[in-house]
Structure formats: structure tokens, C-alpha cells
């Protein structure tokens, strides 16, 4: 059972540039949330999807785009990457969206120069 | 909504008893968990505390909740340096988990 898997593990982007952040779940968990972790801060939720085909805002969207075309798969995609996109990417699922928590994968490290 | 407050920084020796704090505003909060980082990992969850009991037990962390201040903390017996990490407390919105900032825990030996 892998639980949450996120490819890539570091990825380094040129301004402008664009990427897409892959997340997959293999437990049949119909929530899937994106964060984003900076230096020394919390996390921050980008997008969160609680279901197929339904997908919805978090505190920071501006500059990210997602779909949620089947219940495994939540890529985060990045278009015209920019320095302050810099981060730690983190996605997670869960089944009923509280309750039993949440299962991280172990993030993406993204530097845009 | 909600908003979930931790302090910054913890440090203990080894074999102490440390004790992270958190704070939220949400009195409907159903669950509130406590997940642990280490460094360049995701995020594990540790333990969680339903809103209707005042303490959890599970060998080394105790949960206490107090529902009328908005207070919870865990603390950890017998402090490894294998506990070195930072730790998020989080309460459930709506919809999704609210996460403190994060408390970095330095256990020195």
C-alpha cells in the first residue's frame, strides 16, 4: 500500500516556466487537499478537491491550477512559475475530510530561478 | 474560520517532559490532531482527540483538551532527541483541516 505519492521530489523551474506537480492515492480517499510550506511557516492550502470532478480554493490559488479527473490522481499545475512560487509542495488525502486525519505525501521541493 | 495558533520554538533535555501548546477558535471543532515533521519528510499524524474527551493517552504523548479555553497540548514523557521535529496541531473546518504555524521542538542531550 503506498498511500500518497507525489513525484517529482525536487524540481528547479525558470521564471516563466511551467510544471505540473503529480499526486497520487491509492487508499480510495475521495478528499485530496495541495499545501505549500515555506521557510519557518505553516501550511498553507492552495486547492482541495472532495471528490471526482469537484475542486475548490484554498487561502493561496493565485498562480496554480488543478483537476481531479478520477479519485486517484490531484495534479497541482504551475503556469509562468515565479520566485515567490519557491516552496515545499505537500499533498495530502483523506477519506471523509475529517475524523481519520489526513495522509501526506513526502512533498515536492520546487525552486523557481 | 477557523484559526489555530502554536507557539514558534520548544527547547528540552533529554529525558525531560515537553509540552506543546496550541490554541483555536473554532468551538464546533469535532477532532483535533497532532502531526509530526521531520526534516525533509511530510507530515505524520500522531495522534488526535475527539472533542467530547478531556485527555488521550498513547504510551509517551498525553492529549489534553480544554474545551472551554480553545486549549490543547501534548506532551511528550521522557523526551528522545529522536523527537527532534517540528509539530503541528490542527482542527477540523470546514471541509478540511486548519493547521497551526508549526512548533519546532530541540531536544539536546
Known amino acids: 500500500n503506498a498511500g500518497v505519492t507525489q513525484t517529482p521530489k525536487f524540481r528547479i523551474l525558470k521564471i516563466g516556466q511551467s510544471m505540473t506537480l503529480q499526486c497520487t492515492q491509492d487508499?480510495?480517499?475521495?478528499?485530496m487537499y495541495w499545501y505549500r510550506q515555506d521557510p519557518g511557516m505553516g501550511l498553507k492550502l492552495i486547492y482541495y478537491?472532495?471528490?471526482?470532478?469537484?475542486?475548490d480554493k484554498g487561502e493561496v490559488p493565485n498562480g496554480y491550477n488543478v483537476s481531479r479527473s478520477t479519485t486517484e490522481d490531484f495534479p497541482l499545475r504551475l503556469e509562468l512559475a515565479a520566485p515567490s512560487q519557491t516552496s515545499v509542495y505537500f499533498c495530502?488525502?483523506?477519506?471523509?475530510?475529517?475524523?481519520?486525519?489526513?495522509?501526506f505525501g513526502s512533498g515536492t521541493r520546487l525552486t523557481v530561478v | 474560520g477557523e484559526d489555530v495558533e502554536q507557539s514558534l520554538f520548544l527547547s528540552v533535555r533529554e529525558g525531560d517532559s515537553s509540552v506543546i501548546n496550541c490554541t483555536y477558535t473554532?468551538?464546533?471543532?469535532?477532532?483535533l490532531y497532532w502531526y509530526k515533521q521531520e526534516p525533509g519528510a511530510g507530515l505524520q499524524l500522531l495522534t488526535y482527540i475527539f472533542s467530547n474527551m478531556d485527555m488521550k493517552q498513547d504510551q509517551r504523548l498525553t492529549v489534553l483538551l480544554n474545551k472551554k479555553d480553545k486549549h490543547l497540548s501534548l506532551r511528550i514523557a521522557d523526551t528522545q532527541t529522536g523527537d527532534s521535529a517540528i509539530y503541528f496541531c490542527?482542527?477540523?473546518?470546514?471541509?478540511?483541516?486548519?493547521f497551526g504555524t508549526g512548533t519546532r521542538l530541540l531536544v539536546s542531550p
Open positions: 490542527a482542527a477540523n473546518g470546514f471541509q478540511k483541516l486548519v
Open positions: 495530502a488525502s483523506s477519506y471523509v475530510g475529517e475524523g481519520k486525519g489526513y495522509t
Open positions: 487508499m480510495n480517499h475521495n478528499y
Open positions: 473554532d468551538s464546533s471543532s469535532t477532532y
Open positions: 478537491s472532495v471528490g471526482a470532478g469537484i475542486t
